[in-house]
């Protein structure tokens, strides 16, 4: 029964962080058998090898791999410090540079606002699944949120979920509903993302249009940018006519809780 969940938690820690397995691992490996409250010290010394990993080891072997972490900037962050954590929060050295250039080109267009990211790729490992993601695999993808406005139409870096996913704008009457399309030929996953908030938050504010806009066509801009997912709905809501925006399929998750950008 140990060694079933020990392995249970070896492929969920490798699922979640890529790397945590292998350190789970090696925590096991340096516990005596013998050891007096063998749990707590494996909890110990899994805690301190893993944070000296993910914030020493990793920024630094990552390079080898092609990718580094996204440098944040007062302009730049994390929408979260789990995926920093949980060692999400790698791309191409191209992408860093151009989500820095994205940043900065926001902020002077609407001052004290944020590029926030969601998930990004893990640091090692081209094709190594990003999950749920289905191409997060090679440093080339990332996700941003959306951009909220508070109840006097002022722009806020605030979100609406604790994970920044799952909290849709949804078609409005008379809009096409993509999700019932794919829902309806099968692809139950497409809606799966509802699950993944962790809380809804911050229900005074809303969906900015002129913001979420502003901030796509910044994205498009970008030379180094290849594609652009976001729902069809909010494609003709926001007038937005670029060949860059592409459906991303019903065997992908919907887009109307993100944006999501690639490289070429």
Known sequence: ?????????????????????????????LIKPTAHKKRLKLLGIFIALYLIA????????APLFGREKIKETKFLQAHSLCYQLANRNYVRP??????????RQLEKQHHGIKLVHLDAN????????????LSHNDG???DVTFLYENPDGQLTNKKTSVSGYGVYERPKPGEYNQTDVCKNQGYWQYDFPKY????????????????????????????????????PHLKTR???????????????????????????
């Open 122 to 133: 893990f640091p090692f490992l081209d094709k190594f699944p990003l999950l749920p993601h």
């Open 54 to 61: 993910t914030f020493l080891i990793v920024p630094n072997v």
């Open 196 to 231: 993944l908030t962790l809380g809804t938050i911050n229900d005074d504010i809303q969906f900015s249009e002129n913001g979420t806009r502003n901030l796509v066509n910044l994205i498009l801009e970008e030379n180094t940018i290849g594609k652009l997912f976001i729902e």
């Open 140 to 142: 080339k993808k990332i």
């Open 238 to 264: 926001l007038r937005l006519n670029h060949p860059k925006i592409r459906f991303h399929g019903c065997r992908a998750v919907r887009h109307d809780d993100h944006i999501h950008l690639q490289l070429k």
């Open 94 to 103: 191209e992408l860093n540079q151009t989500l820095a250039q994205i940043a």
């Open 1 to 29: 029964m140990k060694k079933l969940l020990h392995s249970i938690l070896i492929i969920l820690l490798t699922v979640i962080t890529q790397i945590g397995g292998i350190i789970y691992l090696i925590s096991i490996l």
